[in-house]
């Protein structure tokens, strides 16, 4: 469930976004 959020882009957490696809990558 958590994850599903985490792959959102967040316009306030652009760094977040990056490091959740790297993950995902």
Known sequence: ???TELL?????K???SLKTRARAG
Do not use: V
């Open 14 to 16: 652009p760094k977040a």
């Open 1 to 3: 469930m958590g994850d």
């Open 8 to 12: 959102i882009p967040h316009k306030g």
